[in-house]
């Protein structure tokens, strides 16, 4: 395939070679049979290099609306009352977030002032306010169009040679960057001839790679990458520029998950949270499946002036009936908007095979073939976190056992349907209650596992674990620096309070058999239970419970690994308030 398209690009350069050497007078031989070509610093073929190589500034177009400059990292801006740091590209993710939270809301966002932009020359301003910045964004097309070329780069390094008027060679140089080659032409005379150092290649925005051998083949290949590539230089930083096809395609690719649904601005995301859709390309839908009954609907996409549409059909399932735009298209997420204010988020799941029925015999080998981690059990309606982090291990005879890594429960299990015939575990252990339930089956997948009533207080999640992540080498490094302790709490904040002080002089050792032990100059005081697992969901996860209600009950959570070093490990975790609380380690 990437032969084909090469050749059918050289194809498309040899007619454009005939149109520029047919009317392009900087072509000339030089030296007298050296064939060595040299461009003038006021060429078409000149303004198509430095068009190539100028400095984008589409990517921040949500703060400064212009695509010709871009506000240099780091700065700082108030998002609709919310004050965001902007230290990298991520970050302007933060504020599109803060923009999304309501629809109906006006996004408002200041800039802290002063400020450094780079235009696309790659030269450096202070701008000290909004009427400057605006007054340099007028210098952008309208629409936040700009010049530069973005479906294809130069690969360097690149030699080229400087000559006179009288084709005598003046200089020699090797750029090894954008910026360089940029400012070389940027800075030579009207005069001043260059010639490149050839073959040199391209880089095209699919990945495909293309050599040019000279001059008339290089302005050919610029020229036609201009409008090769949506390049997103408009201000409608929201609609992510997908086409119909582009979206019809996304959707049959994998599964997607029900994150959230709101009809007639009642929120009913709880009663279909974490529903599989399945959507087939012949146009027909599938909502549940695996061990939850199927129901079936209909799907079709359409084109309009502002934007594609998505329609959701379903005889039986309204809530689902909606015909709203795709307002947004990012990667794992799709929402779906409608002007009366209906509202549906899907998230990507491609590790879910939810069409068809769960055979028994399936779950039941995948149960008795690894150890399952507790996530979450909810109890009618309380998470019962003194068993986060538990292992059960189911066994062929049907006996169950419940481990923290030092005591054992005891139990039976079988699979079965319930009254409302939907496969279900069913535990019975006499030691803890908790997990003594026909736990219907809601979602399986080879690493995952989650038990549900839907509408009701009960609930558990599962995580698949074999002979103890043995082939996870990001988990075994992680388990491994962890053990290196002893370790002090250096940080650890609920939002902005700061509740560091309650851990001082506390040294946390993270042991074998899951046991972390805290104690102080070098008497334990506490013992409680940690792990380091791969959530196919959220990555990889630290957990710590100890199951007491004081300070350290506090640290009990499934903890997010931000980063990790053989010195400090810093973990977050964000509460179903929005809240983010984070916790660092620290060695002493």
């Not at 923009?99 to 996004?107: G, H, P, S, Y």
């Not at 201009?226 to 992510?240: A, G, I, P, Q, S």
């Not at 039976?412 to 319930?418: K, M, P, R, V």
């Not at 640290?555 to 964000?574: A, G, H, P």
Request: net charge negative.
């Amino acid at each position: 395939m990437k032969k084909l398209m090469n050749n059918v690009l050289r194809a498309a350069l040899v007619v454009l070679v005939f149109s520029f050497t047919s009317c392009q007078e900087e072509f000339e031989v030089v030296g007298g049979g050296t064939e060595e070509q040299t461009i003038s610093a006021s060429s078409s073929t000149a303004v198509l290099i430095e068009d190539t190589c100028s400095h984008d500034g589409s990517f921040d177009n949500i703060v400064d609306g212009a695509s010709c400059l871009a506000i240099q990292f780091p700065y700082t801006v108030e998002v609709n009352g919310v004050q965001v740091t902007i230290d990298s590209e991520i970050d302007l993710k933060v504020i599109e977030e803060i923009f999304d939270e309501l629809d109906t809301d006006d996004d408002i966002l200041n800039i802290a002032f002063p400020i450094t932009i780079t235009l696309a020359d790659y030269s450096e301003i202070t701008i000290n306010s909004l009427d400057e910045l605006e007054a340099m964004a007028r210098e952008c097309l309208e629409g936040g169009d700009d010049d530069d070329i973005e479906c294809i780069d130069f690969v360097y390094p690149i030699t080229l040679f400087t000559f006179d008027v009288n084709n005598q060679q003046t200089g020699k140089i090797t750029v090894e960057t954008d910026k360089g080659m940029r400012r070389f032409f940027s800075e030579l005379e009207d005069n001043e001839l260059v010639s490149i150092e050839y073959p040199i290649t391209l880089k095209k925005y699919d990945g495909t790679q293309v050599v040019v051998t000279n001059n008339a083949e290089l302005a050919a290949a610029l020229q036609l990458a201009k409008t090769e590539c949506d390049e997103d230089d408009d201000d409608d930083y929201n609609d992510d520029d997908f086409t119909k096809e582009e979206l019809d395609a996304y959707l049959v690719a994998c599964p997607w998950e029900v994150r959230q649904i709101i009809r007639n601005e009642v929120d009913n995301t709880e009663q279909y949270f974490e529903h599989i859709m399945t959507f087939t390309e012949d146009g027909n839908l599938v909502l549940g499946g695996g061990a939850n009954v199927s129901i079936t609907g209909t799907w079709t996409t359409t084109t309009t002036d502002t934007g594609v549409y998505l329609r959701l059909s379903f005889e039986t399932m309204v809530d689902f009936n909606i015909e709203g735009q795709v307002y947004e298209l990012e990667e794992g997420v799709i929402k779906l908007y409608q002007n009366s204010g209906n509202r549906i988020v899907l998230k990507k799941r491609c590790d879910v095979d939810p069409i068809g029925e769960t055979d028994p015999d399936t779950l039941r080998a995948i149960l008795n073939e690894c150890q399952w981690v507790i996530k979450k059990v909810k109890n009618q309606g309380e998470e019962v976190e003194r068993l986060l982090g538990y292992q059960f291990e189911f066994s062929a005879e049907g006996s169950v056992t419940l481990s923290n890594g030092v005591d054992v429960k005891e139990g039976t299990w079988e699979l079965g349907y319930n009254s409302q015939l939907q496969l279900s575990l069913m535990i019975t252990m006499g030691e803890e209650a908790a997990v003594s339930f026909e736990w219907p089956v809601r979602e399986l997948t080879q690493s995952r596992l989650k038990f549900e009533i839907t509408g009701t207080d009960y609930e558990m999640i599962l995580l698949r674990v074999c002979n103890d992540s043995a082939d996870d080498g990001d988990v075994l490094e992680i388990r491994n620096i962890a053990m290196g302790g002893p370790w002090n709490v250096a940080l650890y904040k609920e939002g902005e309070v700061d509740m560091t002080a309650a851990y001082a002089g506390m040294d946390f050792n993270f042991n074998a058999m899951y046991q972390v032990e805290v104690s102080v100059n070098a008497d334990p005081i506490a013992n409680g239970l940690w792990r380091v697992l791969r959530d196919s969901e959220d990555g990889l996860k630290f957990y710590i419970n100890f199951d007491s209600t004081d300070d350290l009950g506090e640290l009990t959570d499934d903890w997010k690994i931000v980063s990790i070093t053989s010195t400090r490990i810093e973990l977050s975790d964000e509460s179903g308030d929005g809240t983010i609380e984070t916790l660092v380690f620290e060695k002493p």
